[in-house]
Nanobody, 117 residues
Framework: QLVESGGGLVQPGGTLNLSCAASGIGFDVYAISWFRQGSGKERERVSCINNKDRSTYYADSVKGRFTITSDNSNQMVFLQMNGLQPEDTALYYC????????????WGEGTLVTVSS
């Protein structure tokens, strides 16, 4: 099970820190990705961290603004989002994959991020 939290309404230029809490999935062997889907937009993988080797991936659209980290002892993954812009508005959800880009084995229901003045 994956449960996201930390979304909300923020002004342009603001910051949010999303959390993904995992349980019952063998956390250490998975890569955890953050996806987002805005209204009328395709789903986008914004970031991923491989819990086996701590390698990370960032989409070009968020590189330099978002940071993904993992706390294996507490089975949590965080997405620190800085410099948020209206185009970052979306439902953000986390997913467990065998490897980054390997296909979702588990996913959460998401947390909504709205960037607006």
């Amino acid at each position: 099970q994956l449960v996201e939290s930390g979304g909300g309404l923020v002004q342009p230029g603001g910051t949010l820190n999303l959390s993904c809490a995992a349980s019952g999935i063998g956390f250490d062997v998975y890569a955890i990705s953050w996806f987002r889907q805005g209204s009328g937009k395709e789903r986008e993988r914004v970031s991923c961290i491989n819990n086996k080797d701590r390698s990370t991936y960032y989409a070009d659209s968020v590189k330099g603004r978002f940071t993904i980290t993992s706390d294996n002892s507490n089975q949590m993954v965080f997405l620190q989002m800085n410099g948020l812009q209206p185009e970052d508005t979306a439902l953000y959800y986390c997913a467990a994959e065998g490897r980054c880009g390997g296909g979702m084995d588990y996913w959460g229901e998401g947390t909504l991020v709205t960037v607006s003045s």
